[in-house]
């Protein structure tokens, strides 16, 4: 069974900084990229960084500069690193792991974890 935990959130100040982490299992022999994604209160979800098993990363405008992804391959874990921090980027974060695999895509989302940025 694929597994998608992220943890990490909480409460901060404006100006601070969170890290999230999201664990995945181990796909082998598949292309894979894991993405970053926020829901704001009553807003749809959005994209917010994506990095791919080649390494290839992507952030939406608003977090370019302040927030990082990596992984950890060992662990098989993603983090978010989020820098500066605004009162806008409160908002739940889920961890999203996309998988090609003989053909075939495959989407699993972990249950979130929130984010408030307080003014």
């Known amino acids: 069974q694929v597994q998608v935990v992220e943890s990490g959130g909480g409460l901060v100040q404006a100006g601070g900084s969170l890290r999230l982490s999201c664990v995945v299992s181990?796909?082998?022999?598949?292309?894979?990229?894991i993405g970053w994604y926020r829901q704001a209160p009553d807003k749809q979800r959005e994209w917010v960084t994506s990095l791919s098993s080649g390494g290839v990363t992507n952030y939406t405008d608003s977090v370019k500069g302040r927030f990082t992804i990596s992984r950890n391959s060992d662990e098989n874990t993603v983090y978010l690193q989020m820098n500066s921090l605004k009162p806008e980027d409160t908002a739940v974060y889920y961890c999203?792991?996309?998988?090609?695999?003989?053909?075939?895509?495959?989407?699993?989302w972990g249950q979130g974890t929130q984010v408030t940025v307080s003014s």
């Open positions: 999203k792991l996309h998988i090609d695999l003989m053909e075939r895509t495959y989407d699993y």
């Open positions: 181990r796909i082998p022999f598949a292309m894979t990229v």
